[in-house]
Nanobody, 112 residues
């Protein structure tokens, strides 16, 4: 299984970013997917997850601002992040629920 994230970068507070994670080596549509993040000096935490059927779950800190979605035809899970705050700064990782593999991570920095 291979997961490749993209879309991170530097954005001002209040701005938006969209992260993508493309999976290979698995039957993507059968498994839940998740986005996690890890800020410096902190533990990795779940940001959002989406089941194979499309049900979603969010951390309280991102509810109403972030949206997770999936495109099974493209083996892709997307995290749309709006109204970004400095405390959203972290490395964001994609994870699959087939073998528990992680992507390499993509840096998101929210700063003026």
């Amino acid at each position: 299984v291979q997961l490749v994230e993209s879309g991170g970068g530097l954005v001002q507070p209040g701005g938006s970013l969209s992260l993508s994670c493309v999976a290979s080596g698995m039957i993507f549509s059968r498994y839940a997917m998740g986005w996690y993040r890890q800020a410096p000096g902190k533990q990795r935490e779940l940001v959002a997850s989406i089941s194979s059927g499309g049900s979603t779950n969010y951390a309280d800190s991102v509810k109403g601002r972030f949206t997770i979605s999936r495109d099974n035809a493209k083996n892709t899970v997307i995290l749309q992040m709006n109204s970004l705050k400095p405390e959203d700064t972290a490395v964001y990782y994609c994870k699959e629920n087939y073998r528990g593999s992680w992507g390499q991570g993509t840096q998101v920095t929210v700063s003026s």
